[in-house]
């Protein structure tokens, strides 16, 4: 079992979730729930992997907080 790590954002137009897989091409939709995009991308994930297993373009590392005055 392969686990990817996604960045989720919150659309402020439309109120949906945006997901992505950081340097997985392709690898991206939206919802209107967490767990509907939960669903999408795992969906998209195996579509993509269907093509064989993917040349990752970056590694996630994680989030920081910057603080500016």
Do not use: W
């Not at 998209?44 to 297993?53: Q, R």
């Amino acid at each position: 079992m392969r686990q990817y790590s996604a960045v989720v954002e919150r659309c402020p137009q439309t109120g949906y979730y945006v997901g992505f897989i950081p340097g997985f091409p392709g690898a991206h939709s939206q919802a209107e729930t967490l767990d509907e995009l939960q669903s999408n991308l795992k969906e998209v994930i195996e579509m993509l992997l269907e093509d064989g297993e993917p040349q990752l373009e970056s590694e996630f590392v994680g989030v920081q907080q910057i603080a500016v005055a």
